[in-house]
C-alpha cells in the first residue's frame, strides 16, 4: 500500500501565497504521474494540475499563470506553488498519485483564503 501526505495548507489572505507538499511512501515500485485536485464544501472535487515522470504539465484554466506544479522524484514528492490566492481557491487539496497503474489518493490538506 501507497501513502500520500499532505502539508502546507492554511489560511491566508488573497494575494498571498502557500506551498503544498506531498510525500509517497510505503510499497513504492515506481511512481508514476502525480497530481494535486481539489474540493469545495458541496462541489465536485476538481483537478488542479497534473505532472508526469517526464515533467509534462496540465493545469486547470482557472489556475494558470498562478499555480506551478513541479516534483522531486528522488524523493517521491510532489509540490503545488500557489500565488496570487483568491477566495475562490479556498477548498480541501488532495494529491493523488499513480503507482503500477493503481491510484492513491491523500487525506487532503485545507486551504482558506480570506477576502
Known amino acids: 500500500q501507497v501513502q500520500l501526505v499532505e502539508s502546507g495548507g492554511g489560511l491566508v489572505q488573497a494575494g498571498e501565497s502557500l506551498r503544498l507538499s506531498c510525500a509517497a511512501s510505503?510499497?513504492?515500485?515506481?511512481?508514476?504521474?502525480m497530481g494535486w485536485y481539489r474540493q469545495a464544501p458541496g462541489k465536485q472535487r476538481e483537478l488542479v494540475a497534473t505532472i508526469t515522470t517526464t515533467a509534462d504539465t496540465n493545469y486547470a484554466e482557472s489556475v494558470k499563470g498562478r499555480f506551478t506544479i513541479s516534483r522531486d522524484n528522488a524523493k517521491n514528492t510532489v509540490y503545488l506553488q500557489m500565488n496570487s490566492l483568491k477566495p475562490e481557491d479556498t477548498a480541501v487539496y488532495y494529491c493523488?498519485?499513480?503507482?503500477?497503474?493503481?491510484?492513491?489518493w491523500g487525506q487532503g490538506t485545507q486551504v482558506t483564503v480570506s477576502s
Open positions: 493523488n498519485a499513480l503507482n503500477v497503474n493503481k491510484l492513491y
Open positions: 510505503g510499497r513504492i515500485f515506481s511512481i508514476g504521474a
